[in-house]
């Protein structure tokens, strides 16, 4: 049996990992939009595509420029 602290240190690196595994897949999606955009020309044209708001394009690809520009 674990104790409580056990379990809640288990539980705040679970959510350390999980929340990493977001913020790289974050910057996948957001590098593979940047492709998308290269490939069709715009990302009105990428989001037709893939059927999203081009709104959710855009801000996935500033929340990548943002973070790089921190970097």
């Not at 595994?21 to 590098?31: H, I, K, P």
């Amino acid at each position: 049996m674990t104790t409580w602290r056990e379990r809640h240190a288990a539980a705040v690196q679970a959510h350390t990992e999980a929340l990493a595994a977001v913020q790289q897949s974050a910057e996948a999606r957001a590098l593979a939009l940047i492709d998308g955009v290269a490939e069709l020309g715009t990302q009105a044209a990428v989001a037709r595509e893939l059927g999203v708001t081009r709104a959710s394009v855009n801000q996935a690809i500033k929340a990548l420029e943002k973070k790089q520009k921190a970097s």
